[in-house]
Nanobody, 125 residues
Framework: QLPLVESGGGLVQPGGSLRLSCVAS????????IAWFRQAPGKEREGVLC????????TYEASVKGRFTISRDNAKNTAYLQMNSLKFEDTAVYYC??????????????????WGLGTQVTVST
């Protein structure tokens, strides 16, 4: 069983909404910061939002401010990414990652971070 599994991606029209889920197995998600990343075709993976264990949100991608919200449901061991007012440029594979703390600046690979396999989000008419 994979430790993190994303779901909820799909095809949506511009201006639409999606909610991505990230279900954790084998560990308590609330013990970790949870971050959402995305990778568009031909581009590097970039951080989007991170939610700390204390409930603070860090925004890495300025273009999602006011549109995307990160949250978690401890009872379900699940994190969410609510995406509203979607734009063409939001098209990407979205990944969740559990880490000890939300990172600052650029993300550098940490073998102790736990990653999901991603879910595709396509914004198109």
């Amino acid at each position: 069983q994979l430790p993190l599994v994303e779901s909820g991606g799909g095809l949506v029209q511009p201006g639409g909404s999606l909610r991505l889920s990230c279900v954790a197995s084998g560990f308590t998600l609330n013990d970790y910061a949870i971050a959402w990343f995305r990778q568009a075709p031909g581009k590097e993976r970039e951080g989007v939002l991170c939610l700390s264990t204390s409930g603070d949100t860090t925004t890495y991608e300025a273009s999602v401010k006011g549109r995307f919200t990160i949250s978690r449901d401890n009872a379900k061991n699940t994190a969410y990414l609510q995406m509203n007012s979607l734009k063409f440029e939001d098209t990407a594979v979205y990944y969740c990652a559990a880490m000890s703390t939300c990172y600052s600046g650029n993300y550098y690979y940490n073998p102790y971070d736990v990653w999901g396999l991603g879910t595709q989000v396509t914004v198109s008419t």
